[in-house]
Every structure is written in structure tokens, then in C-alpha cells.
């Protein structure tokens, strides 16, 4: 945690994190200051570059995205270049909401978001497979959703 983030900061990035439609006097009466300063307080922080940006988080359930994979990947090499068209292409892919270079025995992993297991076939089959770097894929169901948040654990990481 940043040594510049009162204890009062923290409090209103969390506040924020959990509801960034509430308003500055709303997070003011929240955290117990007056709107002025809190304004300042989050104009700061966001100057400060603490808040990517302001989102509505969608209800994929009600959307009717209902299949949720983790897949691991590993690439024919790991070249500079292979690496370079394969993070390009991810990005590009909508059904992937999230990538990451992995340590160990996968190159990365990758959040897909798709209405079903149709849908997902697809996807692989047509657009993820069609990838040359990609030599290997491993796909994962998830089942059950236990936790999803987007807030990360500001209180515990002072």
C-alpha cells in the first residue's frame, strides 16, 4: 500500500470500489468529512492514477452467459515474437476477459465468458485454435461460483 494513502483514503477507495456511482457528498457522509474535502480527497486520488476507470459490473447470469473456462496455454516457442502475436490476438478476443503470463508449466491463463458449451467449442475450434503459436490448451469448467468481486483487499494491505 501506497505510504501517501491516509487511512481515510483507503476508506474511500473502498467505498468507491463497492459503489462508484455514490457521489462525493454521499462518501463524505460515509466516512464522516465534509463534500469539499472529500471531493479533493477523490480528485487526488484520481489524478494520482488509483482509479483506472468507472464501470457498471453486468450480470452475465441474467445476459445469458452462463459457462465460465479457465484454459491454459502453452505456445509452440516462447519467442519473443510468438509471445508478442499471441497477447495481441488475446486482446482482440471478446470472450476472453482475462489473460495472464503464468510461472510453471503454463504459458498463460485465460478467463473465457461465453453463453455455452456450444458457444465455447466455437470459439476454441474456430478462432482460439486457429492461433499457430498455440500448441497445447487445457480447458477448465467452472462449476459453482463461490466469490467474484472486482474490489481488491485495500483494509487487510495496511
Not at 12 to 33: C, F, H, N, P, R
Not at 119 to 139: C, G, K, Q, T, W
Request: with cysteine; glycine share 4%.
Amino acid at each position: 500500500m501506497s505510504a501517501d494513502l491516509s487511512r481515510q483514503d483507503v476508506n474511500i477507495l473502498s467505498i468507491l470500489q463497492s459503489d462508484a456511482s455514490k457521489t462525493s457528498s454521499e462518501v463524505a457522509d460515509i466516512v464522516g468529512m465534509s463534500q469539499s474535502p472529500c471531493w479533493r480527497r477523490i480528485n487526488r486520488i484520481e489524478q494520482d492514477g488509483l482509479i483506472l476507470k468507472k464501470v457498471a459490473v453486468l450480470n452475465r447470469q441474467t445476459l445469458g452467459m452462463d459457462l465460465v473456462v479457465f484454459a491454459t496455454v502453452n505456445l509452440t516457442t516462447s519467442g519473443r515474437q510468438n509471445l508478442v502475436e499471441f497477447e495481441s490476438s488475446v486482446r482482440n478476443f471478446d470472450e476472453v476477459v482475462e489473460c495472464y503470463t503464468m510461472t510453471g508449466i503454463w504459458d498463460y491463463m485465460l478467463k473465457i465468458i461465453v453463453k455455452d458449451i456450444r458457444n465455447y467449442e466455437s470459439f476454441v475450434r474456430d478462432r482460439l485454435l486457429a492461433l499457430p503459436m498455440i500448441r497445447e490448451l487445457h480447458s477448465h469448467i467452472a462449476v459453482t461460483e463461490i466469490k467474484n468481486t472486482t474490489e481488491l483487499p485495500l483494509k487487510t494491505q495496511l
